[in-house]
């Protein structure tokens, strides 16, 4: 009987360790040089959004700059139409890479030089609780994020902006 139970606690441990490590492998993690990429460069495109007024699509033109500090993506945007809605943001690698900022990576894909990473992260469009999914799809003259929102019992998701550039300068 005590020979059974030690292998009941040896499997059951067994089983644990198992899940665990395979928990981890499968989490989608990201570094610092898998931005590199972009470190230093100039963009040129546009933003479309879904207007929440009148659910109209408007596009506007948009000039991006990027740099790498630390463990951030740096990126200043300027809206020649609008420069009014100019802005700085960052992009911090959070959790051991399985973050950025406070969105989860729940796919990551490389393939010919292009990285696509998808992530997701509950939080609130439209005043509507939602799960809010990003999709950045990064290559060496191309930077792409489209963002689509899930309402709570929505049938599909939305499509709610995407920016989409081509880099303008060399590294």
């Known amino acids: 009987m005590t020979n059974s139970l030690a292998i ?21 993690r990201v570094t610092i040089s898998d931005f590199e990429i972009l470190d230093n460069s100039q963009w040129s495109g546009s933003l479309m959004y879904i207007n929440y007024g009148n ?5 506007l033109r ?7 500090e630390g463990n951030k993506i740096l990126m200043n945007i300027q809206y020649p139409d ?3 809605a100019n802005s700085k943001e960052s992009i911090k690698i959070k959790r051991n890479g399985s973050y950025l900022d406070d969105e989860e990576i729940i796919e990551k894909t490389l393939e010919l030089g292009t990285m696509k990473l998808v992530t997701k992260y509950r939080g609130k469009d439209n005043n509507k609780s939602a799960v809010i999914y ?27 902006n995407r920016y989409r550039y081509k880099r303008v300068s060399e590294k």
């Open 82 to 84: 609008e420069p009014k």
């Open 55 to 59: 659910e109209k699509e408007v596009t």
């Open 8 to 28: 009941m606690k040896f499997l059951s441990f067994l089983v644990l360790c198992i899940l665990v490590a395979s928990s981890s492998f499968g989490q989608p």
């Open 134 to 160: 990003k999709t950045y799809t990064i290559s060496e003259n191309e930077y792409t994020v489209e963002k689509k929102v899930d309402y709570l019992n929505a049938e599909q998701k939305i499509l709610r």
């Open 62 to 68: 948009t000039k991006m700059q990027i740099l790498i």
